[in-house]
C-alpha cells in the first residue's frame, strides 16, 4: 500500500515535498562515513577477495591477485586456483568500477601494505558501495514522486530500504549487491517506466508470468 496519489501543489505547502526523505538519507549517508567495518588483522573474504582484484588491475595490470593474497595471510578463501595462480573468484565489475576510487587513496597513503588497507577499502567501498545505495535512494524517491506516491508513504519505503533491509549493511561492505541494485531498478525503469510506480498501474499479470516461467527455465539448472 505504498502507492497513493496526492496533490502536489497541497503537499509543497505543508512543508516540502520531500524532507523527511532527505532527512533519512542523510542519516544514513552520515552513520556509513562514521562506520568503517574494516579489520585488516580478521581480514573479510569476500571484501578483500574485490580488493586483492582492484590493487592486482593497478598495481601490475594483472588479475592474478597471488601478491596481493599474500599481504593479507592465508585467511582469504574467496579465490579460484588455476595453474598454479590465484584469482578472484568475484565478478570482476565491482573492482574495475573501484579503480578510481583506489587510485585516489594510493596517491594518499602509497603503495598496498597491511598498515593502509583500511583507507582504500573503505575508499571503495565509498565510490561502489554508499554512493549508488544513496544515488539509488534518491532516484526512486524522484520517481516516486514524480509518480503521485505520498510523501510520507516513500519516507517510509526509502527508512525500510535503508535501515530494514540487507542493504544497510551492504551499503557499509565492499559488496557489489548496492551496484546491482542501482543497476536493477535502472533496467526496470527502461522495462516498465516509472508509471508503474503509481497505483492500479502495475504490469498485466500475463507479462508477470511471462517474466516469472522465463526465471524458473534460465535458473532451473542450478537448483
Known sequence: ???????????????????????????YAALALLVIPIFPHLPSANEFSRWSLTAAIVERRSFEISPEIALLGDRIIDVAMLDGNLYSNKAPGGSLAAVPAYLLARTLVGPPN???????VTAMRLCICTLPLLALCIWFAL????????????????????FGTPLCAYGMLLFSHALTAVALFGAWLLLFGEGFLGEGRCPPRSEERRVGKECRSRWSPYH
Open 114 to 120: 597491511r598498515d593502509n588497507l583500511r583507507e582504500t
Open 1 to 27: 500500500m505504498i502507492a497513493q496519489p496526492v496533490d502536489v501543489h497541497q503537499d509543497h505547502e505543508a512543508g516540502g515535498p520531500l524532507r523527511r526523505t532527505w532527512w533519512i538519507i542523510s542519516l
Open 143 to 162: 520517481h516516486a514522486r514524480r509518480a503521485g506516491i505520498a510523501t510520507e508513504r516513500i519516507a517510509f519505503a526509502i527508512a525500510i530500504m535503508l
